[in-house]
């Protein structure tokens, strides 16, 4: 095959938090980058200079990106196919309705539709979540639908950034992983990220199911971690035993470490629970259901904060949540985002709701996409309107504005100064000595 060009023009296709920010950090490193997404609204926006979500940093080198005239956005699969030698596939793989598999529509759509115009020798990269064995499945359907036939290869780069480190993570990661078939493939992937493996950044060169897996290993370990601290928060909570101590005890050992052993109300978001459901959902599938079954306690675990600090504010409360006004601090899933998927705050906060209590919720960019979501529940911008007369103030996603919030100006608003510290964010210290009634999962 004749075909080498060092410098790679970019399409992204699908510009949700990990393509948006893909294509602008692309751009940003010094290539010509045409970002596509079938949502004309979403397209105007980002052509206009404005990040359909919350993502710190990101207006502003979007704003430089677009200046500097490499970058730009369009609805056109035919325009992506005539501009691209590399094809960033960045699309959501939601979970399915009614299962726990990975919704694959829009990759598959995707990916069919862009290959119907790829006339030319292409490179055609995966960064979405998928189950492994995806990407040989779409490799046969590239080249199939592809006038350019057997000259499309396709190859998986999976992709670990966390919203709210989205630009840091994606122009510094720890390290790259690509999944290829051959070495042309290799070759086209590291003239893709020169500027970034410049910098010292470690490469990891991988068959494709192993690039798939890595993605969900990574996730998979991570909600692990998070799990067992919070398994550990159960046990101290029957022995008496404070959790916080017992997790800084065990991250003064390097090799357990304290990142992601944060105990609290657990992991939400539109990555780690989905992707330990579709991993199990395929390890199954393979037969080898066995080997991560306990990916299903993990869950289990997860799910069981979400009820537990629902119990914990009706034990505040004296058992009967009816007509309990509750301040719920936090809608995003974590701080930094405006993202609601599978948010524990949110889930707690409906769960309240239905209980009867009267749930005000609080958060500094989640608000529009909470209401849409949760039309049932009231909402306010500001913590201390909200606490007026509150019962319970429950803090469920650590802002940092929250976690200043001074004790003594909360303590005057409210009608009983109790507060629920869902993410140990808070000095229960301070807060006891200003009057309240400190409650935290997995702590006396
Ligand atoms: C995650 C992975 O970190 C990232 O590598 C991958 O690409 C996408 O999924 P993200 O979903 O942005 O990123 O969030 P992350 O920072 O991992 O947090 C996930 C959830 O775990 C949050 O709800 C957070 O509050 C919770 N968490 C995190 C804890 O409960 N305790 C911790 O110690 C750490």
């Known amino acids: 095959m004749e075909r080498s060009d060092p410098v790679p023009r970019i399409t992204v296709v699908g510009t949700g938090y990990l393509g948006a920010t893909h294509a602008v950090c692309m751009a940003a490193l010094g290539f010509d980058v045409l970002g596509v997404d079938t949502d004309a609204v979403k397209v105007a926006k980002l052509n206009s200079g404005q990040v359909p979500f919350f993502e710190p940093g990101l207006p502003e080198l979007l704003s430089k ?28 793989t939601p979970q399915q309705q009614g299962s726990d598999a990975a919704d694959l529509r829009y990759v598959e759509s995707a990916v069919t539709e862009l290959a119907a115009h790829l006339r030319q020798p292409a490179l055609v990269v995966g960064k979405s979540t998928v189950p492994v064995g995806t990407a040989a ?25 966390r919203e709210g480190f989205a630009v840091d993570d994606t122009l510094r990661p720890d390290r790259l992983v690509f999944g290829v078939a051959s070495d042309w493939a ?23 199911a192993t690039a798939e897996l890595v993605k969900v290993a990574a996730n998979s370990f991570l909600a692990t971690k998070i799990s067992y601290i919070n398994a550990m928060a159960e046990v101290c909570e029957a022995a008496g035993g404070d959790v916080a101590r017992l997790a800084e ?54 799910k069981r904060r979400r009820s537990r600090t629902v119990d914990l504010i ?11 006004r509750i301040t719920v601090l936090g809608a995003s899933f974590k701080p930094n985002s405006d993202d609601i998927r599978d948010a524990p705050a949110l889930d707690v906060a409906s769960s309240l709701h239905r209980l009867g209590a009267q749930v005000t919720v609080v958060d500094p960019a989640a608000l529009d996409n909470a209401r ?8 306010c911008a500001d913590a201390l309107t909200a606490a007026a007369g509150a019962d319970v103030v429950a803090l469920l996603t650590e802002w940092n504005e929250f ?42």
């Open 65 to 92: 990106a677009l200046d500097s005239g490499r970058l730009r956005f369009s609805t056109s699969f035919h325009e992506a196919g005539e501009f691209g030698d590399i094809h960033f596939i960045c699309v959501g």
């Open 137 to 161: 499945r779409l490799t046969e359907i590239v080249q199939r639908v592809a006038p350019a036939g057997t000259d499309v290869e396709l190859a998986w780069n999976p992709e670990f950034l």
């Open 186 to 208: 290799e070759t086209r992937l590291r003239a893709a990220f020169a500027p970034v493996i410049a910098q010292g950044v470690p490469v990891v060169v991988t068959d494709l």
């Open 249 to 302: 005890a065990l991250a003064h050992d390097e090799r357990i470490g304290g990142r992601f052993l944060k105990p609290g109300l657990g992991f939400g978001g539109g990555c780690l629970p989905k992707d330990i459901r579709a991993f199990a959902h395929r390890a199954e599938e393979l037969g080898v259901g066995q080997a991560v079954s306990f990916l299903r306690e993990v869950d289990d675990i997860n």
């Open 314 to 324: 009706a034990e505040l409360v004296g058992g009967e949540l009816r007509g309990a």
């Open 372 to 379: 849409r979501s949760h039309p049932e529940l009231a909402y």
């Open 403 to 444: 976690r200043l919030i001074d004790p003594q100006v909360l303590g005057a608003v409210v009608a009983h100064r109790r507060v629920v510290d869902g993410r140990h964010a808070l000095d229960p210290v301070r807060w006891r000595e200003a009057g309240w009634e400190y409650r935290a999962l997995g702590r006396p």
